[in-house]
């Protein structure tokens, strides 16, 4: 007995032949997903490993917050970095956004 919801009579749900369609539908997410969001981040990813690696001493480098210097010193997880005369700074290699060409700095 129940005055609020009306009983319902269950009845069979007609069988549905998409069971392919939607493992179709996956797949085409999945690729999208790949093509636009994966594939360029690991590329970036790697690009910027490849920076990292190549740092010397002498190169002239764009911090990710924008300060430009030349690089004095470098270690396995840090470099020393010239931001003025006589100013140095001690920055994670990582912290490099961009490695400038030779003579940047003094035609700034």
């Keep these: 007995m129940s005055f609020f919801i009306a009983e319902a009579v269950a009845a069979e749900a007609p069988a549905t032949g998409a069971g392919g369609f939607d493992i179709l539908i996956i797949v085409a997410f999945a ?7 994966w594939r360029p981040q690991s590329k970036r990813t790697k690009d910027h490993r490849e ?11 764009v ?10 010193k470098v270690n396995d997880d840090f470099l020393v970095f010239e931001a003025a005369d006589k100013i140095e700074l001690r920055l994670q290699k990582g912290a490099v956004s961009a490695v400038l060409p030779k003579g940047t700095i003094k035609s700034i």
């Design 31 to 37: 690729l999208i997903f790949y093509f636009i969001v």
């Design 63 to 72: 911090t990710n917050g924008g300060l430009i210097g030349k690089v004095l």
């Design 51 to 61: 920076l990292i690696a190549s740092l010397s001493k002498g190169d002239e480098v």
